[in-house]
C-alpha cells in the first residue's frame, strides 16, 4: 500500500503536470517561443504551490526537488513541438486540464496543511489558493482574463474539493480515499461550470 508520503507526492507531480500543460496551451495561444512555453508552463504548474508553501512556512518544493521543474520544461517541451498538431479546440482542452489541476490541487493544498496543524477553514481556504494562484499568474502573464474571475463556477469547486477531503477524513477514511472523493466533488462542480454554465 502507498505510504501517505508518496501518495502526496504524486498528487503533487501529476497537478504540476496537469497545470503546466494549462501554461503551455496558454503560451500555444498566444503563439509563444519555446522560452515563452517554459515560463508559462512553470509559472501555472508550481505558482499555486509556491505559495502554499511560503504561507505554511514549509520548503519551497521545487527548491528542493528539481522533478518538478523538469516536469514543466517536459510538458513545455511537447506541447511546443506537438501541441498545436494534436490539439485542434485548445481552448476546450485548457478548461479541462485545467479543471483537473484545480480540482487535485484543492484537495492537496487542504492536506498539506491540515497535516501542518492547521484548523479546517484555513486549510479550505490554501487549498483554493493552491488551487487558484497559478493559473491566475498563467492568465495574468498571458493577458487571458483569469479564469478565477469569470462568472461560472471556478474556486467555489476548488473549495469543495477541499472541504469534501477533509470531511472525509473526520469520517474515518484513509487520505487516498479522502483525496479521490473531494477530487470527484470538486471536479463535478467545476465541470457544471464548463458543461453547463454554473
Known amino acids: 500500500m502507498l505510504a501517505m508520503g508518496g501518495f502526496l507526492h504524486i498528487l503533487d507531480l501529476v497537478c ?9 496551451l496558454v503560451a500555444s495561444r498566444k503563439q509563444m517561443d519555446p522560452l515563452g512555453f517554459a515560463l508559462m508552463a512553470t509559472f501555472a504548474g508550481v505558482g499555486g504551490g509556491t505559495v502554499r508553501d511560503l ?3 514549509r520548503p519551497v518544493i521545487w527548491l528542493a526537488d528539481q522533478s518538478y521543474l523538469l516536469i514543466c520544461f517536459a510538458v513545455a517541451g511537447a506541447a511546443f513541438f506537438f501541441g498545436s498538431h494534436l490539439l485542434g479546440r485548445r481552448y476546450k482542452a485548457l478548461l479541462w486540464a485545467d ?3 484545480l480540482s487535485a490541487y484543492g484537495v492537496l493544498g487542504a492536506q498539506l496543511a491540515h497535516a501542518a496543524g492547521t484548523d479546517a477553514v484555513p486549510a479550505v481556504v490554501l487549498g483554493v489558493v493552491t488551487a487558484t494562484f497559478g493559473g491566475l499568474i ?3 502573464i ?4 483569469p479564469l478565477v474571475m469569470r462568472r ?3 474556486a467555489t469547486a476548488a473549495a469543495v474539493a477541499g472541504a469534501v477531503h477533509l470531511a472525509g477524513l473526520a469520517l474515518g477514511l484513509t487520505v487516498p480515499q479522502a483525496a479521490v472523493v473531494g477530487f470527484v466533488a470538486g471536479f463535478a462542480i467545476r465541470a457544471g461550470g464548463i458543461a453547463r454554465g454554473w
Do not use: C, I, K
Open 142 to 145: 498571458g493577458n487571458e482574463v
Open 55 to 57: 504561507v505554511l512556512d
Open 16 to 24: 504540476v503536470g496537469v497545470f503546466a500543460a494549462s501554461g503551455a
Open 138 to 140: 498563467r492568465d495574468v
Open 152 to 154: 461560472e463556477v471556478y
Open 99 to 101: 479543471a483537473v489541476g
